[in-house]
């Protein structure tokens, strides 16, 4: 399927990037490639309080597909975007 075979690429794209490569610059770059295809993707980011941390992943109609679940459901959801 097409979203698994964009995940996969920005996967191996980031594995040759010479600096870390964030989960907020992983979601936007990949949200932006699956809308170029027609995907309904989202962003979505979320915190935790103590102790505090953030977190973006991609949606695409409810799905997680960048992301394991259990390490999302810890966070509240601040913005969809």
């Not at 809308?35 to 109609?61: S, T």
Request: aromatic letters at 6%.
């Amino acid at each position: 399927m097409a979203i698994e075979r964009a995940v996969h690429a920005l996967d191996v794209a980031c594995i040759f990037y010479p600096n870390p490569v964030l989960c907020l610059q992983r979601s936007a770059v990949l949200v932006t490639i699956l809308r170029k295809r027609g995907a309904p993707a989202q962003m979505i980011i979320g915190a935790q309080k103590l102790p505090f941390k953030a977190h973006a992943w991609v949606e695409v109609n409810g799905r997680i597909i960048n992301d394991r679940l259990a390490s999302c459901e810890k966070f509240l959801v601040l913005e969809v975007c």
